[in-house]
């Protein structure tokens, strides 16, 4: 069994920056694909970045330039950077975690920009 545990969210300014952290635990091995995803309201959950096992990655388009992602195999934790976040950026961001066929989500932390 794996457990995801999100942080991180909060209130922030246009322009602003927040981190993101996913902590997962479990049976976890180093071979996983692991990703961020949102959804606003009223809006499809949508990827906003992936890194696999060996730190490759992949952007939506939206926020290519200002989020990255990383992760640190040692301690089974995910992280998202986002500067310059944009209002269009408010959703709850939730963690994922693929093992083979088996797909894992934190419980979404909420992040808003507003001025």
């Known amino acids: 069994q794996v457990q995801l545990v999100g942080s991180g969210g909060g209130l922030v300014q246009p322009g602003g920056s927040l981190r993101l952290s996913c902590a997962a635990s479990?049976?976890?091995?180093?071979?996983?694909?692991m990703g961020w995803y949102r959804q606003a309201p009223g809006k499809q959950r949508e990827l906003v970045a992936a890194?696999?096992?060996?730190?490759?990655?992949n952007y939506a388009d939206s926020v290519k330039g200002r989020f990255t992602i990383s992760r640190d195999n040692a301690k089974n934790t995910l992280y998202l950077q986002m500067d310059s976040l944009k209002p269009e950026d408010t959703a709850v961001y939730y963690c994922n975690l693929l093992l083979g066929p088996l797909s894992y989500w934190g419980q979404g932390t909420q992040v808003t920009v507003s001025s």
């Open positions: 890194i696999t096992s060996g730190g490759s990655t």
């Open positions: 479990g049976s976890i091995r180093s071979i996983a694909t």
